[in-house]
């Protein structure tokens, strides 16, 4: 089983609006990651997640919050966002060290943010 | 400098022909590993074929397979028997070193792939 989960599908916000997005696996998997992808670009890292430490954040801007409960779930807080936010969300893990590392991507949240 | 070079920008073939998509990277590194993704317009980026820097075999995946040439440089995806199924965008990525929890991937700009019937 390669799944990865993401809530919601769809999501439009306003500039004030407070929102999260949601990502779980359960895979075992100890690297969680976010990334952003804009229509006709590749994806973009944003964060990485790795035993539910913050490892790797690409300069993103503090409006992006995220957030690993527990090795299973993460969470991407929204707040304050701008209409060049707008984008595809995607979520994906990877298995521990000793496994082939690769990401397995959820089917992502794509975000209309007015 | 560009690290993954993907020049097609979109490729055109018939149904039930076979198609390759070209990938050519820059590293220093000598351990890399090199991936595939498949993205349907629904948005999911679906993992298709992975190749390490020290496999000696090309991989295949069904009627995936990966033609790795270490001396140029390039990891060209071939498809097999093209289906409607496979029009998509396909993405070709590397990960330097020998990954972890600071596994970055790289990715190329990406090949729009249209079968026809």
């Known amino acids: 089983d390669t799944e990865v989960t993401q809530t919601p599908k769809h999501l439009v916000m306003g500039m004030t609006n407070k929102k999260s997005l949601k990502c779980e696996q359960h895979m075992g998997h100890r690297a ?11 994806p973009e890292l944003m ?4 035993y539910e430490k913050l490892s790797i954040n690409e300069s993103v801007p503090s409006r992006f919050s995220p957030e690993c409960p527990n090795s299973s779930l993460l969470n991407l807080h929204l707040h304050a966002l701008q209409p060049e936010d707008s984008a595809l969300y995607l979520c994906a893990s990877s298995p521990p060290a000793g496994m082939i590392d690769t990401q397995y991507f959820g089917p992502g949240t794509r975000l209309t943010v007015l | 400098a560009q690290k993954i070079t993907q020049t097609q920008p979109g490729m055109f073939v018939q149904e039930k022909e076979a198609v390759t998509l070209d990938c050519t990277y820059d590293t220093s590194d000598p351990s890399y590993g090199l991936f595939w993704y498949k993205q349907p317009s629904s948005g999911e980026m679906i993992f298709l074929i992975y190749q390490g820097s020290y ?7 069904g009627r995936y ?4 040439q270490k001396a140029r440089k390039s990891a060209n995806l071939v498809i097999s028997a093209s289906q409607l199924g496979d029009s998509a965008m396909y993405f070709c990525a590397m990960r330097e070193g020998w990954g972890g929890a600071t596994n970055k991937l790289i990715f190329g700009t990406g090949t729009l792939l249209a079968v026809q019937p």
């Open chain 2, 55 to 61: 496999d000696q075999q090309n991989a295949t995946e």
């Open chain 1, 47 to 50: 964060f990485v997640y790795s």
């Open chain 2, 65 to 68: 397979s990966l033609n790795f």
């Open chain 1, 32 to 42: 969680m990651y976010w990334y952003k992808q804009k229509a006709k670009k590749p």
